[in-house]
């Protein structure tokens, strides 16, 4: 194994088991918006498309944004299944949404998608989609603030859970070309772990309200920061072009803060 994806390895591990902590904690302390909208901005797309960028070029890494759009609105039916099966278990309502990623990941592959504004086009329709269907057709209301006492234990087993998660998707990855990184770049692996904390943090429904927030900011913020790359990285090069996208994304990020508190129940 190379110590460039070692590096990666580590470096997601370490990314992702601290934003997810972040951002649970923050569902817990502020509600399930602020959570939600933490868990949603780009965190492990962010490493995994520096380092495609660093181990390959910034060309392999603008490819590999081709099927992101695509790949992270299809993400938004992981979290609709999510919405209408978690009331029936956690087990039963991640099954489900891993049945039903893992079924369009495999088409994804297939059709080997080589279009990005045929994939930014499926984006947007199945983002609206995903919009309507959780905000007009289902009844998930914000959830406020839960009372969580905080350990040690407490904080470091979320942070080994959600790094283990990430590293899979990591590794997933490896597998090779612009079209597996591009779709485990997109792998659910910060919704797996932030959904799975908050339900057995505080339910169903506090789980439920954090998936609603979160599919509303990933499918905005972390596409939008994709898109950002792909033509920054090219221009400006990986240093300058990721810290650039990354200020980009906060200010999507506070857009997107602002619909969500004045836009969504």
Same mark, same amino acid.
């Not at 939008?224 to 221009?235: G, N, S």
């Given at each position: 194994m190379d110590s460039g994806f070692v590096t990666k390895l580590l470096? &997601?591990?370490a990314v992702g &088991? !601290?934003? %997810?902590?972040?951002? =649970?904690?923050? +569902?817990e302390r502020f509600g399930s918006k602020i959570g939600g909208l933490i868990g949603g901005l780009p965190s492990t797309v962010? #490493? @995994?498309? /520096?380092? %495609?960028?660093? =181990?390959? &070029?910034p060309t392999a890494a603008a490819q &590999?944004? =081709? #099927? %992101?759009?695509l790949a992270q609105g299809l993400n938004g039916i992981f979290i609709v299944v999510y919405l209408l099966t978690a009331h029936r278990g956690l087990i039963t309502g991640l099954a489900c949404s891993f049945l039903a990623? +893992?079924?369009i990941a495999a088409s994804l592959i297939a059709i080997n998608l080589q279009s990005f504004w045929l994939s930014v086009v499926c984006w947007v329709a199945l983002a609206l989609a995903a919009y309507h269907i959780v905000e007009k057709q289902m009844t998930i209301k914000a959830h406020a603030k839960v009372q969580v006492h905080y350990t040690p234990w407490r904080i470091a087993g979320r942070a080994l859970f959600s790094g283990a998660v990430i590293s899979f998707a990591v590794v997933m990855g490896k597998l090779g070309g612009p079209v597996y990184g591009g779709v485990f770049a997109s792998f659910p692996a910060v919704f797996t772990s932030t959904l799975t904390i908050s339900y057995l943090t505080a339910g169903a429904e506090f789980s439920r309200a954090v998936a609603k927030s979160m599919l509303l900011s990933a499918l905005i913020n972390v596409v /939008?920061? @994709? !898109?950002?790359?792909?033509?920054?990285?090219?221009?400006l090069g990986l240093a300058w072009g990721t810290a650039l996208a990354l200020l980009f994304s906060a200010g999507t990020g506070y857009l997107t803060y602002l619909f969500m508190r004045s836009k969504t129940t």
């Open positions: 470096l &997601s591990f &088991s !601290i934003w %997810i902590t972040l951002g =649970t904690i923050a +569902a962010a #490493v @995994a498309l /520096l380092f %495609i960028g660093l =181990t390959q &070029s &590999s944004t =081709t #099927v %992101i759009p990623w +893992a079924c /939008l920061y @994709a !898109i950002a790359v792909r033509y920054l990285y090219l221009w």
